[in-house]
């Protein structure tokens, strides 16, 4: 299905002039997004876009275009800009293309077939359905924000002058709603969603009583004192943090002197209930894939091992220049050069339900939602501060909602703070998977 | 970068199953970029997008469908499949006459940076790095962009009407790790103006990248924010972001209609203290927000959404003024083809007041001032909003006293609004922004004069 895209990204490849490195990216993607409101279809859209990336090394410079077309001319202009970029790069040792390092590609089921012949109309149906479970769950539902289905077929090739030629294809749809709920003044919003391959994996209803639940929940929420407390972060809030956590283990940032984890590797980072792998070949995750975004094979890492620091991600470049070899890690669209990243993070689960765990707090808080972590985050120096909301617990029960409160401390003590990982690992449309985590010793600021 | 004969037949195509609206948008965008990092230019990026988008609105249902091919059957194609989303039952045809007007944003743009060597955009990234480095040995790492972008656009639609802009963004920003006893700190400092390559007669890069520094090693010494509730004085320039999340996005007519916003039906009452004003201008010149039109071909206007504390109006775009009866207030904007377009803020702001801002943090007892904001983030439909301090101090019997460590504050707009009791005579607008709705992003200003609010929960880890 993609191989019309890996003929395009053979030929650019096949212009390379003596000397010269070259690799072609190219993508291609067939979007629908469906928003109802009341019943009705709010708005539709629909399109085919698609792309090239051109990345161009010659004695240790690199340059690099892009065009967001695959007309031939647009081809030729970015090539004849990814040369003229190179000059300006400064020498680099370590500039250069990835090359086959002998890792197979993964064989992973990322196509679901009956995504592509899904009628639309069932599509819309199913999105109104999500909004009428939302609006029916609770007499105090007043509206929603947004209810809405959208899906993707990507497909994506890379080849390089250096042996790399790989192309693959994958579906995703997912269902999201924001609900709001309403007693006298006071509105309280609340979301929900429902990922998968193909429209069979999603359920609408699930989806819409989470998002009314998580609304309703809120209403009468005051700002709690200020203290500290035992936290439980949800599944949703954790895997943000986790999103976080994964840059300081990116093998660059290392390099660079901006990981604060750089000296420590086989050194104890955390708790050693923690144990952080990135695994873009599980299926399940959302944003699994079989190849990187320099077309090595994807691949588990195990980043941190019963608290103890193991590995940092790297791509071709980041390996070279750190002595190691990559671990798959490069991170890309086809408007920009790879970057490392981990794929697809996630914790290994512990035993306990969030009910257990909950039951095992005798003053604390459950966070349901946070806001503002590209603010109030800095992965550098660790500090850590967000918005949040969510439930109280006291005497081991969830209690009255609570909002208007921040919670923070550094990215460093709150690994080692962590008291238990919860059993119900949780996929969403994200590049990290949710989990139940406890943490101990977060400063609540509020009234 | 269409002709009109064919615009005006995609139109009536567009049209022809009982459309109600139809509008092509389409965009020729090229951007260049150049990233120092550790020492090297990394690498220039050259990239060019150009499509258009076709939207087609049915009763409260709007159809749309993005197309890269500009040609007359590209159009075509799309405007069917925009068509045939919006689902029209209607039939016949109908004819579109165009009436071109032309958009004006009452400056010129003195050096288009596609004119400009790019060893000359190089070389800024070399001199910033340079004098980053020297502010000291701490400053352990440095990194610096350089971008610039052109933005071609032509808004035709089913209402005869039919113009093109383009747009011309220039940007520079410096990144510093500082390295101490205590671990890592951050520093920041980024301009950015819809002008050319005039940026840089503006701003001395050597300059910005001595603040960025300077930023970072301040923070080295800092101890952690306070936790809990106190007076916040937050500084001229530094901390727009505050009204663009305490009241700009709930000030969205979409957000608005849908109830979810803590602003609605409160037009014509007290929301803000006496004497604070905040207008929405997308007429501001060289501002990183400035549009000539807006990206549904509307001309960019001053609106004033809250005068002397009193609610006046929300901003608007084309649908949602339609249904109202009522004008597009100018704020119809979308990240590019590929999106539907939506209420969006431009450069947003609150007007001076009168005291003198040394004066304001005098009689300030014991408070947070804060120099620099960072990003934020608000739930419209409750209000709560969140923003980031990137630079801030301790105020100690009403004098800046000691550097605080990154957080965040937390506090409710339409109560924020009320607790303003201080407004300085120093307004400046802040640095560039990028503001984020239902996931596209586009540029934004703001600006303060200084201000104090009395009491904000400052999100720290000391007692």
């Known amino acids: 299905m993609s191989e019309d895209l890996l003929a395009i990204a053979d030929r650019v490849v096949a212009m390379a002039k003596p000397g010269e490195q070259i690799e072609a990216v190219v993508v291609r993607g067939t979007e629908t997004e469906i928003r109802v409101f009341e019943g009705d279809v709010e708005s539709l859209s629909s399109a085919q876009s698609q792309g090239v990336g051109i990345r161009i090394v010659v004695d240790g410079r690199q340059g690099f275009a892009y065009a967001g077309s695959l007309d031939e001319s647009a081809i030729a202009e970015t090539l004849a800009d990814a040369r003229d970029n190179v000059s300006f790069a400064t020498f680099d040792e370590f500039a250069g293309l990835a090359e086959p390092d002998g890792v197979a590609i993964p064989v992973l089921d990322l196509h679901g077939d009956a995504l592509v012949s899904f009628a639309t109309a069932d599509k819309i149906a199913m999105a109104i359905e999500l909004e009428r479970v939302v ?89 709690p004192a200020s203290g500290r407390l035992t936290v439980v972060l949800d599944p949703w809030v954790t895997a943000q943090f986790l999103g976080i956590l994964g840059y300081t283990l990116d093998g660059e940032s290392v390099l660079k002197g901006r990981s604060l984890f750089a000296d420590r590797l086989g050194e104890s980072v955390g708790s050693s209930l923690l144990t952080l792998i990135d695994d873009p070949t599980d299926v399940r995750s959302f944003t699994a894939t079989d190849a990187d975004g320099e077309g090595l094979a994807a691949r588990r890492n ?146 | 970068m269409i002709e009109q004969s064919v615009l005006e037949e995609v139109l009536g195509v567009a049209m022809r199953t009982g459309g109600e609206f139809a509008e092509v948008f389409a965009e020729d965008r090229r951007n260049a970029s ?66 071109r007007r032309s958009a004006s944003r009452g400056y010129d743009i003195e050096t288009y940076p596609g004119d400009v060597a790019k060893a000359r955009k190089v070389e800024l990234l070399g001199r910033a790095n340079d004098a980053a480095r020297a502010v000291g040995g701490a400053i352990s790492q440095v990194s610096v962009s350089y971008g610039d972008n052109r933005r071609h656009i032509l808004v035709a639609n089913s209402d005869g009407l039919f113009v093109e802009d383009d747009t011309v963004r220039t940007f520079f920003a410096v990144s510093c790790v500082a390295t101490g006893d205590a671990g890592m700190q951050t520093g920041r400092e980024s301009v950015g103006h819809t002008i050319g390559f005039e940026l840089f007669d503006r701003y001395d890069v050597d ?57 609605r039906g409160r037009v014509g009452q007290q929301v803000a203290s006496k004497g604070v004003t905040v207008v929405d201008d997308g007429t501001m010149e060289r501002e990183w927000g400035n549009i000539a039109v807006d990206d549904e071909g509307n001309p960019a206007q001053r609106n004033v959404l809250i005068e002397d504390g009193v609610l006046t109006d929300y901003m608007w775009d084309h649908l949602r003024a339609r249904k109202e009866g ?37 009689s300030t007892p014991k408070g947070v001032y804060v120099k620099h904001l960072g990003g934020g983030q608000v739930n419209t439909a409750t209000g709560d909003f969140v923003f980031g301090m990137t630079e801030a101090y301790l105020i100690e ?67």
Request: hydrophobic share 40%; proline share 4%.
């Open chain 1, 135 to 223: 609006m029916a769950a609770d007499p105090r539902i007043s509206g929603i924000e947004s209810a809405e289905y959208a899906d993707s077929i990507s497909e994506a090739a890379i080849a390089s002058s250096t042996g790399i030629r790989t192309a693959g294809s994958e579906t995703s749809c997912f269902l999201a709603t924001y609900a709001m709920a309403t007693e006298g003044d006071e509105t309280q919003t609340g979301f929900g969603f429902s990922v998968g391959r193909e429209p069979s994996d999603l359920t609408p209803s699930a989806a819409a009583i989470e998002a009314a639940e998580r609304a309703t929940r809120m209403l009468g929420a005051v700002q």
């Open chain 2, 34 to 99: 150049a990233v120092l990092d550790d020492g090297r230019v990394e690498e220039l990026t050259s990239g060019r997008d150009r499509g258009a988008g076709i939207r087609v609105v049915v009763g409260d249902t709007t159809g749309f469908a993005h197309t890269a091919d500009l040609t007359e059957v590209g159009l075509i194609a799309a405007a069917e499949a925009a068509a045939a989303a919006a689902r029209g039952g209607g039939g016949g045809t109908n004819v579109v006459a165009l009436d």
């Open chain 1, 302 to 447: 195990v980043l941190i091992e019963n608290g103890v620091l193991q590995k940092f991600v790297h791509n071709a470049y980041s390996a070279r220049r750190a002595g190691t070899v990559s671990t798959g890690n490069a991170v890309r669209g086809f408007k920009s050069t790879p970057s490392v990243g981990c794929l697809s993070v996630s914790l290994v689960p512990g035993i306990s339900d969030p009910a257990a765990l909950i039951a095992g707090i005798d003053d604390g808080v459950l966070v349901q939602e946070v806001s503002g972590l590209h603010s109030g985050v800095n992965p550098v120096s660790g500090d850590f501060s967000t918005g949040a909301e969510g439930l109280r617990i006291r005497n081991g029960e969830l209690a009255e909602p609570v909002r208007e409160f921040t919670i923070a401390s550094t990215l460093q003590k709150m690994l080692r703070d962590v008291q238990a990982v919860g059993n119900d690992l949780q996929f969403l449309p994200m590049n990290a998977t949710g989990v139940s985590l406890v943490v101990a010793d977060l400063t609540v600021s509020g009234s």
């Open chain 2, 326 to 362: 009522r004008r597009s207030s100018g704020n119809g904007r979308r990240q590019s083809y590929q999106n539907l377009p939506m209420v969006r803020m431009t450069n947003t702001y609150l007007l001076a007041g009168e005291e003198d801002p040394e004066s304001i943090i005098a």
């Open chain 2, 207 to 263: 300059q910005l990248a001595r603040n960025a520094a300077d930023r970072a090693l301040t923070k080295l010494a800092a101890r952690p924010a306070p936790s809990g509730q106190m007076p916040v004085v937050i500084g001229s320039g530094g901390g727009g972001v505050l009204f663009h999340e305490a009241c700009g996005h709930g000030l969205e007519a979409d957000l608005v209609a849908k109830g979810a916003s803590v602003f």
């Open chain 2, 397 to 463: 019997d009403g004098k800046i006293t000691e550097p605080l460590r990154e957080g965040n504050l937390i506090g409710n707009g339409p109560e924020v609004l009320q607790r303003i009791d201080a407004l300085g005579n120093d307004f400046a607008m802040g640095p560039p922004g990028t503001c984020g709705k239902d996931g596209q992003g586009v540029p934004v200003g703001d600006g303060v004069p200084t201000l104090r609010v009395s009491s904000l929960t400052i999100g720290g880890t000391a007692a």
